[in-house]
């Protein structure tokens, strides 16, 4: 079918169909208030629509996505005045124009507009959704050998990572006598808002003590755990879209209709009104984040490793197969739960029941592969801590090591076809890949850490690694079986 021509912009916004929801503020109106590093699918699905639902009465608010490296995103929106369309997929499926970033840059090529409006005092909030990687850390440290920090760290005034923007921002406002932004993580980490202090506090340390002694007294780095599926964007979304508006969007996207943010409610400067949107502002959300790693994304990746090496697609196809399904949800109840603290109001068997029925939706094509990319960066904070856990209480771990020796077989297949692993250790993983060997893996610098030496471990991944092999659909199915 031949596309339609004229391109989503502020001006085609009257012709859409009136079942597409579309900003109900004056997009002229917005200002921008909230730097926000790594515009991709996921803040875009999920913190800009927050934003979006307050601009009407709080157009302060407005969002600079920022991109470090890639042009892809702004390329794609800047054309549509930094519109794009949301799909909520259910039964059935909304459509709505989200209007709330309203500037766009790329940070090797902006630069200077960069470190602009990170220096303004209209910006009170830095947020970010970089990624486990994007934070550069070895371990809770963060990684001086890291090729972006060395760059920043020798010319800090023209950094290249998250952290050397952080820091070059809040070094100009301290010089200039500003008042500092929060720094709020919308990273899938536990604990991210420590986590992120602690590597900026590291990082300023090597550039000025006396910066670093400031950020350390004066600036906010509340935690927070996002949640909602975000599928990547596919033709079959893109043309879905042009055929539902009548005209194109270079990148729509599409999430699930559940969505959540708990936001730790400590800020240094000023705050839009999230909890007005329909998140929740916590005093102490740790626990939540913690919750939500495990209980979610530690099945979920197990999901992607075990459901490709049986040659499944999709998260709602892994969960057709009652093997799989079965093993996952005694993961969940019978290992994963367990690990959890208490919470006030936190029903876990039940947060278990909405997590499953989520994966199963059927209105949702969420590639495995791609929740496989980056298994270094995920498995540590989804599936490692449980074990550690485990294993200091004295309970089994001998089904929790059967996903990490699922991503140990992946990755072997991965580097026998010659297929490209997307992981910041690719050439590592490859090589560890090829020899097949667990020892290679345990010696994975910054990714297994005190359990690469606890032979309980050790033994018991080897013989969830043994019981795998050779990781056909069929050895899975064994596996899971016994
Ligand atoms: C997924 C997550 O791609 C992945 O690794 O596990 O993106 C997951 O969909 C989100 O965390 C859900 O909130």
Redesign the pocket.
Known sequence: MKAPAARLSAAALPTLPATVIRPNYDLAAVRVGIVHLGPGA?HRAHQAVYVDDLLAEHPDWGICGVSLHSAGVRDALRPQDGLYTLALLGEQTSLRVIGAIRELLVASEDQAAVLARLAEPAVKLVTLTITEKGYCLAGEDIDLAHPDIAHDLAAPQTPRSAIGYVVAGLRERHARGIAPYTVLSCD?LAGNGHRLRRAVLQYAARVDAELAAWIEAEVAFPCSM?????PATDDALRQRVADALGCVDAWPIQREAYTQWVIEDRFCNERPPFERAGATLSHDIAGYDRA?LRL??GP??TL?YLGSLMELETVSAAMAEPLLAGFIERLMRQDIVPSLPALPGFDPQAYVDAILARFRNPAIR?LLA??A??GSQ?IPV?LLGTIAEALTAGRPIERLCLPVAGWLHFVARQARNGVAIVDPLADTLARCGATGDVDAFLALDGVFGALAGDTRFTTALRAAHAALAPATPDAVRHALDS
Do not use: C, G, P
């Open positions: 996921f899938n996002v949640d909602s599926i975000t939500k979610l994304n979920h990746s992607a969420h791609q929740i990319w980056d995920k989804r």
